[in-house]
């Protein structure tokens, strides 16, 4: 076999085995260059974040030219997982901020993140060091604001280990409440951006109260109407006993106890998930006392549960 055969070989093998590695880590979807099988034909590899795009030149089968560019790939890929890997193993995040984490990932792209993250996170505990920085890497994600799906997905994990540690930190708590409230979906959405966003809007009509989780809640029953975004049928059932439930919180018991029997209406002619009866096994009536009996011993709470909500969102129209 001629010298020139076997080194072109090792070149195709060796960006075959790179494509590879990055389809495991580019976005769903995402085309790959195929090498050509033409000896008049040469591959230019080159980098882009996590993603590869590749050019055609005709010229003389020089494939030195590939080999370099492909090494040079997979070794810019594996260092940016290295430091992805470095902030992950760090065992004390109360010096690091935001901004040291996002001048440590400057250079790497908004893809690199999600994957060297994806798998990682183990739960939602604010004095894990790990949890703490994946939260400070989607944060850096969201920041960016690009591509547009990642930005709604980081927002959504957001959402939900803030609202698991709101009292130990409030501040990142409602800074991420009101990103939510004012995130929009937009026309271009794919499925997985629409996921993203059903989701944040399910978990505000959970996180929020009073009027403002009545207005969210017939927001997102309007979403479901209009047929555009798919809502799991669990959580959107469980939306009218979260309506009954702050019709209660805000001493609107006619309203409530209303609410109770068309939603146990629903249930007997099976249009509403189980799990939703599960809560009436006693009747609409013994529901509404039970809850008339939480809402009398937690009135205060409730109260001020309200009050720090308009003083976070004052400026946000429900």
Not at 212 to 229: P, W
Request: aromatic share 8%; glycine share 6%.
């Amino acid at each position: 076999m001629k010298k020139s055969t076997i080194f072109r070989s090792s070149a195709i093998i060796l960006s075959s085995f790179v494509l590879c590695t990055c389809s495991r880590h580019s976005k769903p979807g995402l085309p790959l260059p195929v090498a050509s099988n033409s000896t008049d034909t040469l591959v230019a590899l080159t980098n882009s974040g996590s993603q590869i795009k590749a050019t055609t030149t005709t010229g003389t089968g020089d494939f030195a030219v590939l080999l370099s560019a492909a090494l040079g790939s997979f070794n810019a890929q594996m260092h940016n997982k290295l430091a992805i890997n470095e902030l992950l193993a760090v065992q004390n995040t109360s010096d690091i901020c935001y901004t040291t984490v996002s001048n440590r990932v400057a250079d790497i792209s908004t893809q690199e993140i999600l994957d060297g993250v994806y798998g990682e996170l183990t739960d939602l505990y604010s004095w894990n060091p790990k949890t703490r920085m994946i939260m400070m890497l989607y944060e850096v994600v969201y920041r960016r604001g690009e591509p547009s799906w990642a930005a709604t997905y980081a927002l959504c994990r957001l959402g939900s280990f803030y609202s698991f540690n709101g009292n130990v930190h409030p501040e990142m708590k409602w800074w991420v409440m009101r990103e939510q409230l004012m995130r929009g979906l937009p026309s271009d959405a794919g499925p997985a951006e629409q996921a993203s966003f059903v989701t944040i809007q399910l978990d505000l009509a959970r996180r929020l109260d009073g009027s403002r989780r009545l207005v969210q809640i017939e927001k997102v029953q309007k979403m479901a109407r209009d047929g555009k975004l798919q809502f799991p049928q669990q959580p959107l059932d469980m939306l009218e006993l979260m309506k009954a439930s702050t019709l209660m919180d805000m001493a609107r018991f006619e309203e409530c106890k209303q609410v109770l029997y068309e939603i146990n209406r629903r249930c007997k002619l099976g249009e509403m998930d189980p799990s939703v009866a599960d809560n009436l096994y006693d009747g609409p009536d013994g529901k509404y006392q039970r809850m008339l009996r939480l809402y009398e011993s937690n009135r205060e709470a409730i109260a001020k549960t309200l009050v720090e909500q308009e003083r976070n969102l004052s400026d946000i129209h429900p």
